[in-house]
């Protein structure tokens, strides 16, 4: 199901948010101060990709004082606008029934759009997805 769900989020919106990343990442590399940024576009291009089965979390012994700032300095710049993509871009998926997978996809891009230094993508175990369930 995931591969299925995945296969048509790369048809809908998948490919062309992950374009825009790619070109954003290309533009922050081309810049050498910004060159963390980029970086954290090319993070975030494979995740518009392919998000079904993968999960954004924050990296282990918490955000260095140099991700903080950095977080905020892309908030400012391009973090607010790719946060606005996304909750329009959910809130139009969530309109239809069909639609609703894709919209929480883009719900769950929102943070790592928002503050994407400090954080890594990571694959979604069944585990993670039955809490509940004893093993």
């Excluded at 391009?78 to 929480?104: K, N, Q």
Aim: overall charge positive.
């Amino acid at each position: 199901m995931r591969t299925f769900l995945n296969v048509v989020w790369l048809i809908l919106s998948g490919l062309w948010m992950a374009l825009g990343y790619l070109v954003a990442g290309v533009l922050c590399c081309i810049l050498i101060i910004t060159i963390p940024f980029g970086i954290a576009c090319f993070r975030i291009a494979v995740y518009a990709l392919w998000p079904f089965g993968y999960r954004a979390v924050e990296r282990g012994g918490g955000a260095s004082l140099a991700s903080g700032v950095g977080n905020v300095i892309w908030l400012v710049v391009a973090g607010i606008w790719l946060t606005i993509g996304h909750i329009t871009a959910g809130i139009a998926f969530c309109a239809t029934i069909i639609g609703i997978p894709f919209g929480i996809a883009h719900f769950k891009m929102v943070p790592i759009s928002l503050m994407p230094l400090g954080r890594e993508i990571v694959p979604t175990t069944a585990r993670d997805a039955y809490p509940g369930y004893r093993w």
